[in-house]
């Protein structure tokens, strides 16, 4: 069955970087975008970056464009999220996604001084 595990995630201050990782199994990761995610307290789960099989097309949150990347190894069948500049806004339970709907139990990341 298709499985998604995050780690990587943590308390930071603001201005430090993360990265986070997403170890997938289960299904041909290759063939599949994957999507990162995140949920603030009493806020929406919303998109923050996708990234196609190949990882030849990304895309952001306007509010991560420029500070956040995304990329993928097909190979390791892993995506990353790399997080600099953090903000305390940032902070947020992160999940990846697998674009058919597959959701991993994700990974905290407070920024606080």
């Known amino acids: 069955q298709v499985q998604l595990v995050e780690s990587g995630g943590g308390l930071v201050q603001p201005g430090g970087s993360l990265r986070l990782s997403c170890a997938a199994s289960g299904f041909t990761f290759s063939n599949y975008g994957m999507e990162w995610y995140r949920q603030a307290p009493g806020k929406e789960r919303e998109l923050v970056a996708t990234?196609?099989?190949?990882?030849?097309?990304?895309n952001y949150a306007d509010s991560v464009r420029g500070r956040f990347t995304i990329s993928r190894d097909n190979a390791k069948k892993a995506v990353y999220l790399q997080m600099t500049n953090l903000k305390p806004e940032d902070t947020a339970v992160y999940y990846c996604?697998?674009?058919?709907?597959?959701w991993g139990q994700g990974t905290q990341v407070t920024v606080s001084s």
């Open positions: 990234i196609t099989g190949t990882g030849g097309s990304v």
């Open positions: 996604k697998m674009i058919l709907g597959y």
